[in-house]
């Protein structure tokens, strides 16, 4: 009964696998292939030829080097405050008996429930007045408005589980409280602060809603949006647009890779605890 289980459970697996793999590894053999192969042959068929050239188109003609330059701008900033402001809001709320914590800490969820489709008007007015719109800035405090609150979330569950010993001995040697968040409080989050990096360089790096909503100039559009310029600069060179995005997708693939081992294990310890 065992090797059966076991067999049904590989096979399934196994085919899911297959499925999963089968869209990237034809955009993968889409994007080596020429333009001439492709028309003659169909983008079913087996590559009969091997060119780099549509990297270089992408990356060059088609604007996917200042794409991801706006995107790195956006990204990198983005996580670091997100996660440096949701890291002070969750060491007060999981430490400290604040008045209304628990309706605090539902409000910055719940604020995660909306769908964003009703907020899409409002936010491109509100940037409009602020006089931020059409501005890498604008895009910026729009991910960190709305990603705060799962991150917090998630941080003070972490907090939350550490002893109060730990704490009550540093506050007896003398620790202020910023010395306790900084040095006793941070380095002991780390593998929920890692795991939400990856996430949340995933999330604003492939971001596509937000980044249409509060920027128009294609000079500082993010990767994601610019691929959809690139459908229409070269609508029917599939390979150049397979290049794209390939090229796209390898910095959230570095950083999963980079991460992997803190992904799973640092968001279900702080989401249970």
Known sequence: MKL????GFHAVAGTLSILWLLPIALVLLTAIRTFDDIASNG????????????????WHAGGQSRAMVNSLL????TVVLS???????????????IPFRRAIIL????????????????????????????TLPALIAVQV??????????????????????????????????????????????????????LAFTW???DLLWAITVLRTGTVMPVTPALLGLQGQYVSNWNVIAAGSVIAAIPTVAVFLRFQKHFISGLAVGAVK
């Not at 983008?43 to 992408?58: E, K, T, V, W």
């Open 83 to 97: 996660l440096a402001l949701a890291a002070a809001a969750a060491f007060a709320l999981s430490r400290y008996d």
């Open 145 to 198: 408005g709305f990603g705060l609150g799962f991150y917090t979330f998630v941080l003070q569950g972490f907090m939350w589980a550490i002893p109060d010993e730990i704490q009550q001995a540093a506050t007896i040697d003398g620790a202020g409280v910023v010395t306790i968040f900084w040095r006793i409080i941070l380095p002991m989050t780390r593998p929920a602060l890692a795991a939400l990096s990856a």
């Open 4 to 7: 059966r289980r076991d067999i």
């Open 107 to 134: 409000l910055m969820l719940a604020g995660n429930l909306l769908p964003p489709q009703i907020l899409l008007v409002p936010v491109s007015k509100l940037s409009e007045l602020l006089g931020i719109y059409d």
């Open 74 to 77: 956006v990204t990198v900033p």
């Open 204 to 206: 604003i790096f492939n």
């Open 43 to 58: 983008l079913g068929a087996m590559p009969s030829s091997f060119s780099l050239d549509s990297f270089g188109a992408a």
